[in-house]
């Protein structure tokens, strides 16, 4: 079974443009979280989508949106990029939602703001 | 508010002996705890998990501890061995129908042959 693919794997941005970063979960897998990685911050929580709505989101400003597609497909969008923005983002996919269903993460995209 | 710590952002062990990552959490309505270990360019990978009813896991090497009053949780990895060299993550969840797990900040364990 195929994991969690993200696209693209590595991304060059200047301040204020957007960007939109794709994650195609594990085939059957429903819920679709994003999470951002930054040195000395670990991992934190973006937002989760499960049957194309939002769960739950993250302590994130609104410039950080997401969506999900019939297919279970997720895109997120970073608008007006700041250079704090530059960080590994990563995907995670689960059967369900809930809490107890392990998440298995795709490689990341690693987005670079200057 | 970081709620799982990881205080350790490093550790080193030789070959064979006993690795043990600790792990703090500070929110009591957290009932499910797990670890990751993730390698340089690659996204983390689920290691094992506990669900706060029980104290104990294993699996194979690795055992995890949950002592819920002290609100701590380590990873044992015996015996250790080189390609366990990762970064390894904490997280936990709460019941809140939602799949957003906390996450630590990770250790770095380096296994020395």
């Known amino acids: 079974k195929a994991g969690v693919t993200q696209t693209p794997r590595y991304l060059i941005k200047t301040r204020g443009q957007q960007v939109t970063l794709s994650c195609s979960p594990i085939?059957?897998?429903?819920?679709v979280s994003w999470y951002q990685q930054t040195p000395g911050q670990g991992l934190q929580f973006l937002f989760e989508?499960?049957?194309?709505?939002?769960?739950n989101k993250g302590n994130f400003p609104g410039r950080f949106s997401g969506r999900q597609f019939s297919n279970s497909r997720s895109e997120m969008n970073v608008s007006t990029l700041e250079l704090g923005d530059s960080a590994l983002y990563l995907c995670?996919?689960?059967?369900?939602?809930?809490?107890?269903?392990?998440?298995?993460f795709g490689p990341g995209t690693r987005l670079t703001v200057t | 508010d970081q709620q799982v710590k990881q205080n350790s952002p490093s550790l080193s062990v030789q070959e064979g002996r006993i690795s043990i990552l600790n792990c703090d959490y500070t929110?009591?309505?957290?009932?499910?705890f797990l670890w990751y270990k993730k390698y340089p360019a690659e996204g983390p990978t689920f290691l094992i998990s506990i669900s706060s009813i029980k104290d104990k896991n294993e699996d194979g090497r690795f055992t995890v501890f949950l002592n819920k009053s002290a609100k701590h949780l380590s990873l044992h990895i015996v015996p250790s061995q080189p390609g366990d060299s990762a970064v390894y993550f904490c997280a936990a969840s709460a019941p809140t129908g939602a799949n957003n797990l906390f996450f630590g900040t990770g250790t770095r364990l380096t296994v020395i042959p």
């Open positions: 085939s059957g897998h429903r819920s």
């Open positions: 995670a996919s689960s059967l369900l939602a809930g809490g107890s269903y392990e998440q298995y």
């Open positions: 929110n009591s309505m957290f009932d499910y």
């Open positions: 989508y499960f049957s194309e709505t939002q769960r």
